[in-house]
């Protein structure tokens, strides 16, 4: 009984058989050399992790973490303990001692010299400037804008009386009389001369020739 896999290569068609040589010479001794490197490096992992990793870690753990850690448990957090309550109580003395003076002080002495000088300095000072503002708006601001305003006002209805209508006048009296003229001397010589010449041209001149033309084109037969 022939073999398998020779009856599967003697199946394979002719252009696959170079694919297949170059997988075999390229690909297999890559494949061959990984297979290598990993068995080989097996042994190597398992030494370096029993005798370099577990090791510095047992190190690492007795050397610094316990120690780390008891330090910390038996001095460091201890004394901060010691610190913090002792920076409280004096803290709380400090404030006991010092609450009753201050608040003694804000209420007999800051709060009375505030009210005092906001009475008898920044409320007549703010009344006195809102007074003075409203002096210089009303006998001041006021009068010379109402002056101002009719100044403006009587200037400008002075201006067009007095200029703006007399230029006005002028210009439609030469706009009537110039253009106006010149537009009535255009439309009689259209009326009187142009229009007339036109119809004695069209009647006298082309409609004989015209008809003559299609005269002619009627006797050659081309009309």
Do not use: C
Request: net charge positive; no cysteine.
């Amino acid at each position: 009984m022939p073999n398998i896999d020779q009856s599967r290569e003697s199946d394979l068609p002719w252009f696959l058989w170079p694919i297949r040589a170059v997988a075999i010479i390229v690909v297999l001794p890559f494949r061959l050399l990984f297979e290598a490197l990993a068995y080989l490096m097996t042994p190597v992992v398992w030494l370096w992790r029993h005798l370099v990793v577990i090791p510095l870690a047992w190190l690492w753990r007795h050397l610094v973490v316990i120690p780390l850690e008891w330090l910390w448990r038996a001095v460091l957090a201890p004394v901060l303990r010691w610190v913090g309550r002792g920076l409280l109580t004096v803290f709380a003395w400090i404030f006991a001692v010092l609450a009753v003076p201050l608040r003694w002080l804000w209420r007999t002495v800051i709060v009375p010299v505030a009210e005092a000088f906001y009475r008898w300095v920044l409320r007549p000072i703010g009344i006195a400037i809102a007074v003075s503002l409203e002096f210089v708006w009303r006998w001041v601001l006021a009068p010379v804008g109402r002056a101002l305003l009719w100044f403006l006002r009587t200037g400008w209805d002075g201006a067009y009386r007095f200029v703006l209508r007399p230029i006005g006048i002028v210009i439609r009296f030469v706009w009537r009389w110039t253009f106006g003229l010149l537009f009535q001397g255009v439309a009689w010589v259209w009326r009187a001369i142009v229009a007339p010449a036109g119809r004695w041209v069209r009647d006298e001149v082309l409609r004989p020739a015209g008809a003559a033309v299609r005269s002619a084109l009627s006797a050659l037969g081309l009309h």
